[in-house]
């Protein structure tokens, strides 16, 4: 199997593609590390497997140029990569067995039969399927078919591991168990990952970074703290998890960066930058507000918003309040705790923001 010490990076250079007069890819530009997980998030439509096929050199032949370590691979045909792509529909032969299903690859390849063997069981025992070499797809559950998938994969030693929505065909549990066997895996193999979802959830908990696109166009790159915590404009903090953007204007008063809306809604912002700025955004997670029948807390730092709550949804692990406070409607996150009373719809309360949790967005 492949190992960390032959890992190589994956670099894009100003890659542009398109369908007939459809611009789908526009100016893309990154660099993956050897070893790295890396997932392509967003939306249908985003660009984000079209991004991982024109890799793997399926579709289109993009203008620009796509680097696996020092190798321009460009225009090589798929099979002269040296990439191993995972397909959500995992594509196994129905007729075979796991073990001719692993081992097809290699066959292909001339390889010598002691090898072949020797290759298939390894891949096998690394994906907990040896015992079930002997069966056919249809009597795998979903998960095990994925695990067949990416045991295919692998024993070819690909230089880099391709997985586009290789989780979207399985339920929510199992889903949850999959990708960290899939992280498991990875990590096992120090293998060059490239990861394809639309779910927050998934990219989060199995990233080194991210690249978020949307129409084609990277948003932003980082790990998943970094994006969460600082996006770059608002289509990022939507789409990587829920966020309250109220636009307003950043002003300096006393030395002091503070960020005021049109109704006069007012909280300085710690780490922002000086100076004045019409025409931004201001950004502030749900769980960044704290929510109180009294008075908000009283020491520095803390902005005190009186409200109503308009609406409440149970979520599990958090109540989520809107709360209308002047002309705006927030949404605020407390953790549930058994027997501690909810607020009602249309409550009195006062919300506490500490400024440094906020962040401010100009696009």
Known sequence: MASGAGAVGVTIEDLNLSFGSTAVLKGIGLHIEPGELFTFLGPSGSGKSTLLRAIAGFGPEPDGKIL????????????????????????????????????????????????IGDRVDRALDLVGLLSYADRRPSQLSGG?????????????????????????????????????????????????????????EEANTISDRIAVLDEGVIQQVGSPMQLYDEPSNRFVANF???????????????????????????????GAAGGATRGCTAMVRPQSLRIAAGRAPERGG??????????REFLGSVIRYSV????????????????????????????????????????
Do not use: C
Not at 240 to 253: M, Q, S, V
């Open 324 to 363: 209308r406070t002047g002309e705006h409607t927030l949404l605020v996150d407390e953790t549930h705790q058994a027997g501690q009373p909810p607020f009602g719809v249309g409550d009195a309360v006062v919300l506490g923001l500490e400024s440094r949790q906020a962040r401010i967005l100009i696009e």
């Open 68 to 115: 696996i370590g020092a190798d321009d691979v460009t225009h090589l045909p798929p099979w002269q990569r040296h990439v191993g792509m995972v397909f959500q529909s995992y594509a196994l032969w129905p007729h075979m067995t796991v073990r001719s299903n692993v081992a097809f690859g290699l066959e292909e390849r001339k390889a010598p039969a002691r090898e």
């Open 144 to 200: 095990q078919q994925q695990r067949v998938a990416l045991a295919r994969t692998i024993v070819v030693e690909p230089r880099v591991l391709l997985l586009d929505e290789p989780l979207s065909n399985l339920d929510a549990n199992l889903r949850v168990e999959m990708r960290r066997e899939i992280l498991g895996l990875q990590r096992k193999l120090s293998l060059t990952t490239i990861f394809v979802t639309h779910d927050q």
């Open 240 to 270: 990587l998890g829920t966020a309250n953007l109220i636009d307003g204007d950043l002003r300096e008063i006393g030395g002091k960066a503070v960020f005021t809306a049109a109704d006069g809604l007012s909280f300085p912002v710690e």
């Open 302 to 311: 803390f902005v005190a918003l009186s409200g109503n709550v308009e609406h």
